[in-house]
């Protein structure tokens, strides 16, 4: 009878894992699909010049439309996944932002281009704080920062591999079937995802009690609610207190997180990662029909780029997550 009891136990436990594990897995699958869809521009910039006839500066508007709506967008990207859940949310701007990289391969003067990416930025912009959303509800707070550190590293790896995608693809698809075969994985992706994941652990059919018991370890991120109970001849009253009316989400303290060094820092931090972009050269050799004695050199330094991205996030990553968790 012990033995039973023992066995029925471990298979929750380890279900439990693989769950939020898998909920992770699937939003590092999402941010290399972002990172590959909004950087496949930049691979085959000089070959949609060409074949449009613009100009450099034509193609840098294009660029820069996206980042332009990307920085815009944040904070009303983050304020409509509060109201519409992370569920739903993430999936709408995954399945947008696709047809928006599918929609750059109509383009035929820098206006659609321009438009096109202006979109894509806009709801690419929603993708992390949906992610930030999902992470705080499905993972402990003490894993927390790894969790944020692993899917950190997977936005630079899913550039590196757009990288090496676009030079070996553009040349046989053509930059716009490239553009349709990149967005093909976000829209699956999306369908995917709205029928799969769920808001909480205690929604999904797949967690058990034993699993809810796991996510829920550990310190609660959230403060506790203080009762004001009311002094009647010098003793605490233990009246609870009034219900507050259901009125959704309490209001977001902006002053406080606008004047807050630790996310200052951060915003310097990120300001770094946006200088050290690069371009791409192994699309740009395979452009120029260079011999293979040349890209294939190319390609091991973007192979050894990959792992070095990969070691500086999750630290990086790490060290932030744990200090915004404080």
């Known amino acids: 009878m012990p033995n039973r009891v023992?066995?029925?136990?471990?298979?929750?436990?380890?279900?439990?894992?693989?769950?939020?594990?898998?909920v992770l897995a699937a939003l590092c699958v999402i941010t290399s699909i972002n990172y590959i869809q909004r950087n496949s521009l930049s691979g085959a910039e000089t070959t949609i010049r060409a074949q449009l006839h613009?100009?450099?500066?034509?193609?840098?508007?294009?660029?820069?439309?996206?980042?332009?709506?990307?920085?815009?967008?944040?904070?009303?990207?983050?304020?409509?996944?509060?109201?519409?859940?992370?569920?739903?949310?993430?999936?709408?701007?995954?399945?947008?932002?696709?047809?928006?990289?599918?929609?750059?391969?109509?383009?035929?003067?820098?206006?659609?281009?321009?438009?096109?990416?202006?979109?894509?930025?806009?709801?690419?912009?929603?993708?992390?704080?949906?992610?930030?959303?999902?992470?705080?509800?499905?993972?402990?707070?003490?894993?927390?920062?790894?969790?944020?550190?692993?899917?950190?590293?997977?936005?630079?790896?899913?550039?590196?591999?757009?990288?090496?995608?676009?030079?070996?693809?553009?040349?046989?698809?053509?930059?716009?079937?490239?553009?349709?075969?990149?967005a093909l994985p976000g829209l699956v992706w999306a369908c995917w995802f709205a029928w799969w994941f769920r808001n909480r652990p205690n929604e999904h059919p797949g967690v058990s009690d034993a699993d809810l018991k796991l996510l829920n370890a550990g310190p609660r991120v959230s403060a506790p609610v203080r009762s004001r109970g009311r002094r009647r001849g010098g003793r605490r009253s233990t009246v609870p207190p009034r219900a507050a009316a259901p009125a959704g989400p309490p209001p977001t303290p902006l002053l406080a997180i606008f004047l807050s060094v630790p996310l200052l820092l951060l915003c310097l931090q990120l300001v770094k990662h946006l200088s050290a972009v690069k371009p791409n050269p192994i699309a740009t050799a395979r452009r120029q029909k260079r011999t293979i004695a040349v890209i294939q050199p190319r390609r091991i330094t973007s192979i050894h780029g990959i792992i070095a991205a990969v070691a500086e996030e999750v630290h990086v990553a790490g060290v932030e997550a744990g200090w915004i968790s404080l």
């Open 54 to 182: 613009l100009t450099i500066a034509l193609t840098g508007n294009a660029v820069g439309a996206f980042f332009l709506a990307y920085s815009l967008c944040q904070i009303p990207s983050g304020w409509l996944a509060q109201r519409l859940s992370p569920r739903w949310a993430l999936a709408l701007f995954a399945a947008g932002w696709s047809v928006a990289t599918a929609a750059c391969a109509l383009a035929d003067d820098a206006t659609d281009l321009v438009l096109a990416r202006l979109v894509m930025g806009a709801l690419q912009a929603g993708i992390f704080p949906c992610a930030t959303m999902i992470l705080l509800v499905w993972y402990p707070a003490q894993r927390r920062a790894l969790a944020t550190a692993i899917l950190n590293s997977f936005m630079l790896i899913g550039g590196a591999v757009g990288s090496i995608l676009t030079g070996f693809l553009l040349g046989p698809l053509g930059w716009r079937w490239l553009f349709v075969g990149y």
């Open 6 to 22: 023992v066995v029925t136990t471990a298979a929750p436990l380890w279900r439990a894992v693989r769950m939020h594990h898998l």
